[in-house]
């Protein structure tokens, strides 16, 4: 199926913003929705955005009104755009297919986000 790449993480102040890629590639990218994942230390990791076929998002609650979850099918790629970061939002994320990721679908190496005060 597809193979998802994530990318632009980094070190950004509180307040400052990040706009993460998910690369994919495969025939089938647009036949599937996609969803941002992070994992901060020691915790489990969690669902902060998704987005369907159709480009319609979902948002968990944490991050409603900052992040922008969107995906340009030319060019197999999703992005999130993170806004007014906090360092609460310090965690690695990653990009999966959400009804994979129900069956236990194997996660890549994420990218890095680590928000300062």
């Known amino acids: 199926q597809v193979q998802l790449v994530e990318s632009g993480g980094g070190l950004v102040q509180a307040g400052g913003s990040l706009r993460l890629s998910c690369a994919a590639s495969?025939?089938?990218?647009?036949?599937?929705?996609i969803g941002w994942y992070r994992q901060a230390p020691g915790k489990q990791r969690e669902m902060v955005a998704s987005?369907?076929?159709?480009?319609?998002?979902n948002y968990a609650d944490s991050v409603k009104g900052r992040f922008t979850i969107g995906r340009d099918n030319a060019k197999n790629t999703v992005y999130l755009q993170m806004n007014s970061l906090k360092p609460e939002d310090t965690a690695v994320y990653y990009c999966n297919i959400p009804r994979l990721v129900i069956y236990g679908d194997s996660w890549g190496q994420g990218t890095q986000v680590t928000v300062s005060s």
């Open positions: 495969g025939r089938t990218f647009r036949a599937n929705a």
């Open positions: 987005i369907t076929s159709g480009g319609s998002p």
